[in-house]
């Protein structure tokens, strides 16, 4: 495997990851579709996820998810659950596109990179949920849903269409979200 390829390889799996900060099932959904359709080939010990009775599992599991993102109360319940659940898909997911990649370095990679960049996006996205309940009571929360869902789409496709660009956006959304967090840090008083 070449430099560039291994690089290729670990921009589609930090893509990927990140997307599951969005939305756990969506991510792996549009993998599946795509290596289903022969775009997008997997790891070994990954290839079921292009099987029929993945794509199928994977479809109810998103909508599942999506239609659970709806509804008051669950939304926030969820939000608890996701980050934990967040950086073990973007292990997972990261793993199974890093392609022909040495296994330490495919696990190294897969652990720390794509689990770090679903963490940091599951964060942002807490983040804003969490904003949304206060200020808008939960009133807010669908239109919140609906761009996670809208970015773990996106922010999917992208990766594996063009995996530089997505790392870069990536970069960019953990440089907004530190930006906004310390913005919105009450400053400590002179002494």
Do not use: H
Not at 10 to 28: E, N, Q
Not at 61 to 89: K, W
């Amino acid at each position: 495997m070449s430099d560039l390829e291994l690089a290729l390889s670990v921009a589609l799996g930090i893509g990927l990851a990140a997307a599951t900060g969005f939305r756990v099932f969506i991510p792996f959904l549009v993998m599946s579709l795509a290596s289903n359709a022969g775009y997008l080939p997997l790891s070994k010990g990954f290839a079921w996820l292009s099987s029929s009775p993945a794509l199928a599992m994977l479809g109810i599991a998103a909508l599942a998810e999506i239609l659970a993102y709806y509804v008051p109360g669950v939304d926030n319940l969820l939000d608890a659950l996701a980050t934990p659940s967040a950086i073990i898909a973007g292990i997972a997911i990261s793993a199974a596109v890093m392609t022909d990649v040495p296994p330490m370095l495919k696990w190294t990679l897969a652990i720390i990179a794509g689990g770090g960049a679903a963490g940091l996006t599951q964060a942002a996205t807490a983040f804003t949920r969490a904003n949304s309940m206060i200020f808008t009571g939960g009133l807010g929360n669908p239109i919140v849903a609906t761009g996670e869902i809208l970015g773990a789409t996106v922010f999917s496709i992208l990766a594996i269409a063009v995996p530089y660009l997505a790392l870069g956006i990536l970069l960019l959304l953990v440089l907004a979200t530190v930006l906004t967090i310390k913005r919105i840090k009450p400053k400590k008083p002179a002494s």
